[in-house]
């Protein structure tokens, strides 16, 4: 008898034991928490940042990332048990062919290219295109010959953002001889290829998509998941009242992620150059980068809201001789602001 009360006791002691353990639930991560998938370098939730009116960004339902041609199929089968339904491509088309497609989880019923030029990291498949136009990774990464004239650089889509500096930290050369110096700014760049003014139609697309409940939960990325997709996630976390200093510690989340991703090319351009070739600043995030572009917001539209919607904001660009421009912000309207704010914070 005594032993019947003695296992009927630990019986019951493990029973409460497992279901203490089993009762408590998953605590939610840190905001930015990244999540930690083979594939991927810099996918993170942005769930969890405190919002407008004491309300917070929901979890599990809006997710950055960089490229997803490499998700493996425990990845896969991870991002079908968050339900992924929706996932927005910004990179080009020259890049998803030269990268390779997203490689998509079952539960992908939409997936939506926006493919915006600027930022695009794309080395080799920027220097296989058309070796006239593509001197600099040309030289710096296959050694191939190349046209007399550095302006012909000038006209490849990776190298809109880049700005001649001469402090700059990019030091660039036709074979043995230099050519000058640059620094990398996409968020201020050239008129038509910054991410500010460059791409609102692409920006509205994004904004737009997120009205519809039916998309989440999303993912949105690039190839690293930094300039393009950290301006949208910047954009995005602004609108729902998160505090500017903690976009901005968001943002520079990618500094870390990406680095193992780029470092094989900051090195090799290194060793081409002699040690004077340094593309870190391109292949990273840092904080002047998002603060030229909020400045610019704040000082051309008064505010990220007035961005967004149909406010005329108006800029000239000081170190060119081009007049003083009007523009409209993307065109949302507050209707379409209230609804992405009421799905994604709570």
Not at 74 to 97: C, Y
Not at 176 to 182: S, V
Not at 300 to 312: A, D, F, H, R
Request: with cysteine.
């Amino acid at each position: 008898m005594k032993w019947k009360v003695l296992l009927g006791f630990l019986v019951l002691s493990i029973g409460m034991t497992g279901c203490d353990n089993g009762s408590s639930p998953p605590s939610d991560p840190e905001p930015g928490a990244g999540k930690s998938l083979s594939g991927v370098y810099n996918l993170r939730d942005l769930g969890g940042y405190k919002g407008s009116g004491g309300k917070h960004v929901r979890y599990d339902l809006i997710y950055r990332s960089d490229e997803l041609n490499n998700l493996s199929d425990p990845d896969l089968r991870n991002l079908e048990m968050k339900g992924i339904r929706s996932v927005i491509d910004f990179r080009t088309l020259n890049e998803r062919l030269s990268n390779g497609e997203d490689i998509l989880p079952r539960s992908v019923v939409n997936f939506i290219p926006i493919p915006i030029s600027a930022g695009d990291l794309n080395f080799e498949g920027a220097a296989a295109r058309n070796t006239e136009q593509n001197t600099y990774w040309v030289t710096l990464l296959y050694g191939k010959p190349t046209p007399d004239t550095p302006l012909a650089m000038l006209n490849d889509p990776i190298l809109p953002q880049f700005i001649p500096d001469p402090d700059g930290p990019i030091v660039i050369s036709i074979g043995d001889t230099p050519i000058g110096k640059f620094s990398p700014n996409i968020y201020y760049a050239y008129p038509e290829k910054d991410l500010v003014t460059g791409f609102m139609d692409e920006y509205k697309h994004f904004f737009q998509t997120l009205k519809n409940e039916a998309n989440f939960p999303l993912i949105f990325h690039c190839s690293a998941g930094k300039d393009r997709t950290g301006f949208a996630a910047a954009l995005l976390l602004s609108l729902l009242g998160v505090d500017r200093e903690i976009v901005i510690n968001d943002y520079l989340l990618s500094a870390e992620n990406v680095k193992e991703k780029y470092a094989p090319y900051v090195e090799l351009i290194k060793q081409r150059t002699g040690g004077e070739g340094d593309i870190e600043p391109l292949v990273t995030v840092k904080r002047e980068y998002i603060e030229a572009a909020f400045a610019r917001i704040d000082d051309e539209w008064g505010g990220i809201e007035n961005y967004l919607t149909n406010k005329m904001g108006s800029f000239k660009y000081e170190d060119r001789d081009v007049p003083k421009v009007e523009k409209p912000g993307l065109g949302l309207g507050s209707n379409d602001l209230d609804q992405i704010k009421a799905l994604l914070l709570h």
